[in-house]
């Protein structure tokens, strides 16, 4: 006797609350609503209190007069200037001393890295000392520590540290000769500029002539005297075009010449030892990263050290280096900010400080810095992007 | 072979020592400090600045320094005035807490460190509920012992707070919120909803990619604005706010990386087990990437510490901001050094050793091959 089963063709459908599908559908509706509820009740709020206290709104305000002196400006700036001009002022100054921390960052950084895989018992112990110092101590800690106890305790004006009779250390800043650019100096850069696509084309062809020929090509030292000796050529042909304005005492205070403000000598001194103990511990763990396998591949095969490290251990370590040291260059980048602390004129001093004390605008100056801020952000990272890519592995 | 080894019969060659040159102190200085000319230069170098260095320290810090006395006279100003520190010690721990409240201050320590003691005994059997105490029983209880205005307890409003025990109570505030609210961030951002993972990645990488100075000055300044009126907030809650959420951002990212070592198969072996969502994640994948992640989560807490003396700039006296307030008092003025070195001497305890356990865990951890 056959018994007749139905088999079903299509398996059971979960009901409507048990499917993933429609589950997920709901629940991002449900997420979605919540956000855009809390965002119209907080934007709500907002429009009623800016209108009971009688704030303007919208960015108008960019164009008012700003009638506040900066103590640093890179570009054209007075009390007349508007605050759109004071908020690029402060936008340059903090790339100003990001760029600053970031070349000596990466530097002081680099050798005291490959100071803490020294050989030498004393150095890498040394090196070690300065990282675990460094880096378990606020930052701000060190900033003030520069800013109030080191170079607010240099002498006044009359008594400045002085070397050479040309660079001034006192309580104002630090004082530099001034370049003052002559009639005819414009051919040392474009001579700079020929040189550079010079070596570029150089260093091309050396490396086709090589892998064609197998013949080497001094590239190194022809690069180097290409490079100085065209803008060397260009400024004898023009009668060296440069003079220097030196600063000069008089009354008070100095006269002429650069001033570097010590707000920024403090600001960038803490920034960079202090990401440079992080650098450092960023290279050991790159140099380390290179198995020593690779070392002596390289030594068995005939190349010397040198070469070695240049071929072989640093494009290897390199791919490891690079993406913890872009967050360190954005870490850097975001802790310039603290230079509000010490009344260097960064943008959140000028703009989200001072800007927003006289207008009252808070929503707009926030918004705006912050958008700054992100914009650096994605910038410097989409630059190391592109460099890693250059620089990792080519796989299948 | 010639005549000289011939003459020891097979293992009866006395053992020689190494040269004197390889072992002992020598040799290892001559290995470690003077291997090649370039070494010795490097040493000799190294030397000079050490010389240049600690001996001026030591008797700035310690030799000429001066550590009794109650005034400013007291110290001879050759070196370092401990006396300063001595004074303002009550103030750079505790703040303007009233003398007679200090108490509270201190039970809520012995609390703590009581509670936190067994964590760290291997093999303590009830370390989950001293756990779940630490994270819901002892806020709530630090919370009231703080604030008081309950339990008879007096209030004390916290623009009285300060010192190291603002720093503290930002710092584990920070810490213990942002875990719980970085995780959820951390799973929404790997979540497969695009509305969920959208939303979560805009919240993670704005926070990631403005300083903490901005976000202190968004909660002090606009916080206000988007209250309905009538409703303020303590100026020390708007600052726990923003730090909150911007050490989320970053927990989320040191979580998210533990959730993505934990191999595909584990996932699938849950859902095939029936297991809904939140049961995979709490008892599979949760416990597995928390513990890769340890390390990642205290790396997150010593910035964290580190970060919490920014909130001297919005108006608040940590252990940082205390100093600088002493400094500017008129009869202590000129003594900003000795300040700084025993602030920086107070921070460096607390995140060197954090450090170093993060690191003992790391190895603790390891249980791969």
């Known amino acids: 006797m056959a018994v007749e089963t139905k088999i079903a063709v299509a398996p059971a459908k979960p009901p409507v609350w048990n499917d993933p599908r429609y589950r997920a559908l709901f629940f991002q509706v449900l997420v979605l609503g919540g956000v855009v509820l809390l965002g119209a009740y907080l934007v709500g709020n907002t429009m009623a209190n800016l209108e009971r206290q009688g704030i303007a709104s919208g960015f108008g305000f960019l164009e008012t007069t700003a009638g506040f002196s900066i103590s640093q400006t890179l570009v054209e700036y007075s009390e007349e200037s508007s605050y759109g001009r004071a908020f690029l002022v402060g936008l340059l100054n903090t790339m100003l001393v990001s760029i600053i921390g970031i070349f000596f960052a990466t530097i002081l950084g680099f050798i005291i890295g490959v100071a803490r895989l020294s050989r030498n018992w004393l150095i890498s112990n040394l090196a070690a000392v300065y990282i675990e110092i460094l880096r378990n101590i606020p930052l701000l800690l060190q900033i003030f520590f520069w800013y109030f106890a080191v170079l607010r305790n240099v002498p006044s004006p009359k008594n400045s540290h002085s070397m050479f009779d040309s660079f001034f250390l006192n309580i104002r800043g630090l004082y530099s000769p001034a370049p003052i650019f002559e009639a005819g100096f414009w051919l040392i850069p474009v001579a700079l500029v020929a040189g550079v696509i010079g070596v570029v084309i150089l260093a091309r062809w050396a490396r086709a002539r090589q892998e064609r020929t197998g013949e080497r090509f001094p590239v190194f030292w022809t690069s180097l005297g290409v490079l100085i000796g065209l803008p060397l050529l260009a400024a004898i042909v023009m009668g060296f075009p440069l003079s220097w304005n030196y600063p000069e005492l008089k009354g008070f205070n100095f006269v002429g010449g650069m001033v570097v403000i010590p707000e920024l000598v403090a600001l960038a001194l803490a920034l960079s030892t202090y990401t440079a103990s992080f650098i450092a511990e960023i290279v050991r763990a790159g140099i380390t990263a290179v198995s020593h396998g690779q070392t002596e591949a390289a030594y068995s095969v005939g190349l010397r050290p040198g070469p070695t490290l240049r071929l072989v251990v640093i494009p290897q370590a390199l791919r490891v280096i690079i993406p913890p040291l872009t967050s360190q260059y954005l870490n850097l980048m975001k802790n310039s900010s603290l230079a509000a602390a010490i009344a260097y004129p960064d943008i959140v001093l000028v703009f989200a400080g001072t800007v927003l004390m006289q207008t009252g605008q808070a929503v707009e100056i926030i918004s705006i810095t912050m958008a700054v801020y992100l914009t650096l952000s994605l910038l410097i990272s989409a630059f190391m992007n592109w460099y890693n890519k250059k620089m990792a592995l080519v796989e299948r | ?369």
């Open chain 2, 1 to 369: 072979m010639t005549d000289e080894t011939r003459s020891y019969d097979p293992g009866s060659h006395p053992d020689l020592p190494p040269p004197a040159s390889t072992v002992g102190v020598v040799g290892w200085v001559r290995q470690n400090l003077f291997a090649t000319p370039l070494d010795v230069a490097l040493t000799v170098l190294a030397l000079y600045l050490v010389y240049l260095l600690v001996p001026p320290v030591i008797q700035w810090a310690f030799i000429d320094a001066d550590w009794v006395g109650d005034t400013r006279d007291a110290c001879s100003r050759e070196g370092a005035c401990w006396v300063y520190i001595r004074v303002w010690f009550k103030q750079l721990m505790y703040g303007r807490y009233p003398d007679e409240e200090l108490w509270r201050i201190n039970t809520a320590y012995v609390l703590l460190v009581a509670a936190a003691i067994p964590l760290f005994i291997p093999g303590f059997r009830w370390k989950q509920w001293i756990g779940v105490f630490l994270l819901i029983g002892y806020p709530i209880i630090a919370f009231f012992l703080f604030v008081g205005d309950a339990f008879g307890l007096e209030h004390v409003e916290t623009p009285l707070w300060g010192g190291l025990f603002l720093t503290l109570v930002i710092a584990l505030v920070g810490i213990v919120a942002s875990l719980p609210i970085g995780v959820v961030l951390a799973l929404g951002r790997r979540s497969k909803m695009p509305v969920v993972r959208s939303i979560c990645v805009a919240f993670i990488e704005l926070w990631r990619g403005v300083p903490l100075i901005t976000v202190l000055f968004m909660s002090s300044v606009m916080f206000p604005l988007f209250m309905p009126e009538g409703v303020n907030f303590d100026k020390l809650v708007r600052a726990l706010v923003g730090v909150m959420l911007f050490s989320a951002a970053y927990m989320a990212e040191v979580v998210r990386g533990g959730l993505q070592a934990i191999p595909k198969g584990q996932y699938e072996a849950a859902e095939a087990l029936g297991l809904s969502f939140w049961k995979m994640m709490g008892l599979i994948v949760l416990p597995q990437a928390l513990k890769l992640v340890i390390p990642g989560i205290v790396n997150t807490f010593i910035g964290l510490f580190k970060d919490t003396t920014l909130v001297l700039i919005i108006g608040l006296f940590d252990f940082l901001g205390m100093v600088q307030l002493a400094g500017t008092n008129p009869d202590w003025l000129g003594f900003a050094v000795e300040g700084y070195v025993f602030v920086a001497a107070g921070f460096w305890v607390f995140c060197f050793s954090m450090s170093r356990y993060s690191q003992h865990l790391e190895k603790k951890l390891h249980t791969g091959h």
